[in-house]
């Protein structure tokens, strides 16, 4: 397992304007995945992020919207982008520790956009 | 897409009774995991299953990799206060890069 940390752990933004989640993990992961999930609902995948590499963005999601970096293999960070009521949501990062398909979570971002 | 089935979609249960779930997909999985979620927190990993028939028990909680490898199901025995909150399903299907579908989740309440 890992143990993952998110920061900031909530917050209120203002509409047009972008807020930046960092992922910190304690030790190093190849593969991190960041989730969003509305409140009540089940997760959905954002965009893979492996070191070394672009992200991997699903359907729906594009990198102009949500820049992701990747810096080593500790940490990422996932920025939302010029935000809208919408975005508001519980933004998940999470990390596949030894290539087994088992996903280890952080605490989640919890956004609000007003 | 591949689509994960998880029913019931909420239980209200009294302490101390058993509680069973399930999810179903339309294709074959090569891993079934089992995770809770509290309010205010990500999901935790209870279990998990990698093989056609597997029996896995965490405590209280028992999961089964179906043998048709399109199902699973969690079982919670004897159920406490503190098992109150949100257990999503999850699965990895063939070539698909590590990547996780989810279950809608089960909401379980326990009546006071």
């Known amino acids: 397992s890992a143990v993952i940390s998110q920061k900031p752990s909530r917050d209120i933004c203002q509409r047009g304007t972008s807020l930046t989640i960092q992922c910190q993990v304690d030790s190093q992961v190849t593969m991190m995945f960041w989730y969003r999930q509305q409140p009540g609902q089940s997760l959905t995948l954002i965009a893979t992020?492996?070191?070394?590499?672009?992200?991997?963005?699903e359907s729906g999601f594009v990198i102009d919207k949500f820049p992701i970096s990747r810096p080593n293999l500790t940490f990422s960070t996932l920025t939302v982008s010029n935000m809208s009521p919408e975005d508001s949501s519980i933004y998940l990062c999470s990390v596949d520790t030894g290539g087994v398909y088992e996903q280890y979570f952080g605490p989640g971002t919890r956004l609000t956009v007003t | 897409g591949q689509q994960l089935n998880q029913s019931p979609q909420s239980m209200f249960i009294q302490e101390g009774e058993d509680v069973s779930m399930n999810c179903t997909s339309s294709?074959?999985?090569?891993?079934w995991l089992w995770y809770k979620q509290d309010p205010g927190e990500g999901p935790v990993l209870l279990i998990a299953?990698?093989?056609a028939g597997e029996l896995t028990s965490n405590g209280r909680l028992t999961a089964q990799f179906g043998i048709t490898r399109k199902d699973s199901f969690l079982n919670i025995s004897a159920s406490i206060p503190s098992d109150v909150g949100i257990y999503f399903c999850a699965g990895n299907f063939p070539n698909s890069n590590y990547q996780l579908i989810w279950g809608a989740g089960t909401k379980l309440i326990i009546k006071p």
């Open positions: 294709s074959i999985f090569n891993t």
């Open positions: 299953l990698y093989k």
């Open positions: 992020a492996n070191q070394g590499s672009e992200a991997t963005y």
